[in-house]
């Protein structure tokens, strides 16, 4: 017996949903259909985020209640239209054809093929060893709470502003916060790394009682909030702004005003609250890519700690 299916019109494609009733949150009730509903709602703002960056996506092929699937290949049978971008992995000597976002309907097309979360490079197609996005992950401990997190996120702004540099925050859709800089695509990944835990570390320094950048878990105490500067090392992704997370709230990777922050809860933040919030404010980091940030400030202050760019 044939599977239900819906078609969906996206711009000038159409995309054949199998299955769009089927229960992917059982917590909210939420099915296939109200998360293409949902990726709909926010089309601007997740085609910014994702355009032309290789995408690994995070695939619930029965929903939340059954696997998980990390997918850097794409899914077979993809359309013509969908276009992808060829990785090389040094480690196991092989490559992978990314999926790399330049429409919305690609998007949708990757929802019907089970993706629940989009997890895109910092860089783009035209160099993928040149990121043109510095992330600053702030990742809570297993004592930390969520006034910790603000608290950070305000010196974090601090230190940005003294630099002269445009940061864009987003909740990361579990505990934490996400700041996206732009930056031009002049310096390799690792160098990017180092000069971000060259932030990272300046970060520490004015908020020692708050803040680590141990990179080992057994070496932090968990009360600390642990600035993640490993997030630009090669081949490591985070959740894209405007991307559902796989957890049974249905809860966003939304993007912030920073004076939102003293007063945002990331559960407030949902696939049922965002599409109302995104109808009302539009794409928060529509213009993330009119503000770039040249990194030579970090890279001195990189030089002076004598911090090295190896990546663990």
Same mark, same amino acid.
């Given at each position: 017996m044939a599977s239900p299916f819906e078609e969906i019109e996206v711009d000038d494609k159409v995309v054949r949903v199998t299955n769009p009733d089927r229960i992917y949150f059982p917590e909210t009730g939420a099915t296939k259909r109200d998360l293409v509903e949902y990726y709909l709602s926010v089309g601007d703002g997740i085609v910014n985020a994702l355009r032309d960056r290789p995408t690994m996506l995070h695939r619930f092929p029965t929903g939340l209640s059954g696997d998980k699937v990390h997918q850097k290949r794409i899914p077979a049978g993809a359309p013509p239209w969908v276009e992808t971008v060829e990785l090389f992995f040094p480690r196991w000597s092989r490559t992978a054809d990314e999926l790399c976002v330049t429409e919305l309907a690609q998007v949708i097309w990757a929802v019907q093929m089970s993706t629940v979360e989009f997890h895109p490079w910092n860089s783009r197609r035209a160099d993928v060893e040149k990121?043109?996005?510095?992330?600053?992950?702030?990742?809570?401990?297993?004592?930390?709470?969520?006034?910790? /997190?603000?608290?950070?996120?305000?010196?974090?702004?601090?230190?940005?502003?003294?630099?002269?540099?445009?940061?864009?925050?987003?909740?990361?859709?579990?505990?934490?916060?996400? /700041?996206?800089?732009?930056?031009?695509?002049?310096?390799?990944?690792?160098?990017?790394?180092?000069?971000?835990?060259?932030?990272?570390?300046?970060?520490?320094?004015?908020?020692?009682?708050?803040?680590?950048?141990?990179?080992?878990?057994?070496?932090?105490?968990?009360?600390?909030?642990?600035?993640?500067?490993?997030?630009?090392?090669?081949?490591?992704?985070?959740?894209?702004?405007?991307?559902?997370?796989?957890?049974?709230?249905?809860?966003?990777?939304?993007?912030?005003?920073?004076?939102?922050?003293?007063?945002?809860?990331?559960?407030?933040f949902t696939m049922a609250t965002m599409p109302g919030r995104y109808a009302a404010l539009g794409d928060l980091h529509a213009d993330i890519d009119d503000h770039v940030f040249p990194l030579d400030q970090l890279i001195e202050w990189a030089d002076r700690d004598g911090l090295t760019s190896k990546v663990r």
């Open positions: 990121p043109d996005e510095w992330r600053i992950d702030l990742d809570p401990g297993p004592l930390s709470d969520w006034a910790q /997190v603000r608290r950070v996120a305000g010196v974090v702004h601090e230190v940005l502003d003294e630099l002269g540099a445009v940061g864009f925050p987003k909740t990361s859709g579990g505990s934490g916060l996400h /700041v996206y800089v732009r930056i031009p695509p002049d310096h390799g990944h690792q160098e990017v790394r180092r000069a971000a835990l060259a932030f990272a570390r300046e970060i520490e320094r004015r908020t020692p009682d708050d803040v680590t950048t141990a990179w080992w878990r057994k070496d932090r105490d968990p009360h600390h909030l642990f600035v993640d500067y490993n997030q630009n090392a090669r081949d490591h992704t985070i959740a894209a702004a405007y991307s559902v997370r796989g957890v049974p709230d249905g809860r966003v990777s939304a993007p912030l005003a920073w004076d939102e922050i003293a007063d945002a809860v990331p559960r407030d």
